[in-house]
């Protein structure tokens, strides 16, 4: 049986969407771009919450391109009707009095605007006291590869799978992109 993701939307004025499925939340607020009689709307700004952490894999999951599809459709859900007529796009370009969450305030969670645009500065040599620069970064030499694994014979035991998870890592660390195959092709 296949298993699809249902996600389920409830759109508010601001632009703000609550998009959901079994396993996260996104709160995205969608904006106004280009002129003319219906302007479209696209996604600007994004929270999420997830059961599990969130990587690449689960970004790809949310389905931002239907939500602004379905966003800038006039005729939304009653598109069977003459003319049509789209409730949720409606809300969406209600304005609202009350900033759910406002970039302002995050920003000020991370310092002064002085501290941020000194630190955001192209010019800047020098981070902020918490921060970096990630093009700076590089991860911690893994050392030694560990000895090369032996297909186990009978049962595997503890000792093989924790041997397995250290050349997994190594191989990770050595930044080889698909180490599975590659354990699986040496023993």
């Known amino acids: 049986m296949e298993e699809t993701n249902e996600w389920r939307l409830i759109c508010a004025p601001g632009g703000w969407v609550r998009a959901t499925d079994q396993d996260m939340k996104v709160y995205m607020r969608l904006r106004e771009t280009g002129s003319g009689p219906a302007p479209r709307l696209n996604v600007h700004t994004v929270v999420m919450e997830s059961e599990t952490p969130i990587s690449t894999a689960v970004w790809r999951q949310v389905p931002f391109e239907d939500i602004e599809r379905f966003a800038n459709d006039p005729r939304g859900i009653l598109n069977d009707q003459p003319g049509g007529w789209n409730p949720p796009r409606t809300a969406l ?43 700076d970064w590089k991860p911690a030499d893994p050392g030694e590869r560990p000895e090369r694994l032996a297909r186990p014979v009978g049962r595997i035991t503890d000792d093989f799978l924790a041997d397995l998870a250290r050349s997994y890592q190594w191989l990770v660390a050595k930044g080889y992109t698909s180490p599975s195959t590659m354990l699986g092709e040496e023993m």
């Open 93 to 135: 370009l209600t304005p609202t009095d009350v900033e759910p969450v406002a970039i302002e305030d995050l920003e000020r969670h991370f310092g002064t605007a002085e501290e941020l645009a000194q630190h955001d500065a192209a010019s800047n040599p020098v981070p902020h006291p918490n921060g970096l620069f990630l093009t």
